[in-house]
């Protein structure tokens, strides 16, 4: 379903948007241990995004340990996108691109869009509606 959602998503934008950057993928599974990594960054004293300032509050990027996010199972329950164009320069923060992508995948009924959480708006992030209640490898 959100493999399916995707894919007909990104053949819409294609079609629709041939000179706008094009979705791609960035996460879907993603193991325990790199989510409990994440879920940490605000307090592991490091500096995990590079300004050489250690465990500030814009390094707080998920509020879920491992198993609380749909993106710990295998298949995933969430994938996360980007934009690239075709010269390969990548849009991680272009607002209109990704409600734009947002607009094109909620066409498929049963997929929740992390736009649209009302804690931690999350825009590159898409799951299953109800995967907390779904069966879990
Ligand atoms: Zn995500």
């Known amino acids: 379903?959100?493999?399916y959602a995707y894919?007909?998503?990104e053949?819409?934008?294609k079609i629709n948007n041939p000179k706008r950057p094009f979705p791609f993928l960035t996460a879907t599974f993603r193991p325990?241990?790199?989510q409990n990594a994440l879920f940490a960054q605000p307090t592991d004293k490091k500096d995990n995004d590079g300004d050489g300032k250690i465990d500030e509050p814009d390094e707080f990027v998920t509020n879920a340990r491992a198993g609380q996010s749909p993106h710990n199972f295998n298949p995933s329950?969430?994938?996360d996108v980007g934009f690239q164009d075709d010269k390969g320069k990548t849009y991680w923060n272009d607002l209109t691109l990704f409600n734009d992508f947002a607009k094109l995948m909620?066409?498929?009924a049963g997929i929740t869009w992390g736009g649209n959480f009302k804690k931690l708006q999350d825009r590159p992030h898409f799951e299953l509606t109800g995967w907390e209640?779904?069966?879990k490898k």
């Open 1 to 3: 379903m959100l493999a």
């Open 11 to 13: 053949v819409e934008w």
């Open 7 to 9: 894919g007909k998503a």
């Open 106 to 108: 909620l066409k498929t």
């Open 32 to 34: 325990g241990v790199e």
């Open 77 to 79: 329950y969430a994938f």
């Open 133 to 135: 209640n779904m069966p």
